[in-house]
């Protein structure tokens, strides 16, 4: 069983910045596919960075140039730095884990799930 606990979520004004980390197994971290959704109230769930075990990243258009995903191997924890964020950015996001496949944008290549952190933007 995967289990994955995400923290840091809270409240920012804009302009702000937060850190979001998600933690899980060693083997998880080692071995899976990692990335964050978020999803606003009335929204779907949409992609905002993922990261490879081979340390390659990728990101949302939402997150570009503003977010950061990264991994801690001392603590088996995936990072979302988030800078500059603005009330659009207003969402739960999730922290998400899959068996590596070539694709990793769609939620449908993730098997598990966080519960899930919010993250609130005041204008």
């Known amino acids: 069983q995967v289990q994955l606990v995400e923290s840091g979520g809270g409240t920012v004004q804009t302009g702000g910045s937060l850190k979001l980390s998600c933690a899980t197994s060693?083997?998880?971290?080692?071995?899976?596919?990692m990335g964050w959704f978020r999803q606003a109230p009335g929204k779907e769930r949409e992609f905002v960075a993922g990261?490879?075990?081979?340390?390659?990243?990728y990101y949302g258009d939402v997150g570009k140039g503003r977010f950061f995903i990264s991994r801690d191997y001392t603590k088996n924890m995936m990072n979302l730095q988030m800078r500059n964020l603005n009330p659009d950015d207003t969402a739960v996001y999730y922290c998400?884990?899959?068996?590596?496949?070539?694709?990793?944008?769609?939620?449908?290549?993730?098997?598990?799930w966080g519960q899930g952190t919010q993250v609130t933007v005041s204008a």
């Open positions: 990261i490879r075990a081979s340390d390659d990243a």
């Open positions: 998400a884990a899959g068996t590596p496949r070539d694709i990793i944008r769609t939620e449908e290549v993730y098997d598990y």
């Open positions: 060693a083997r998880t971290f080692r071995i899976y596919t």
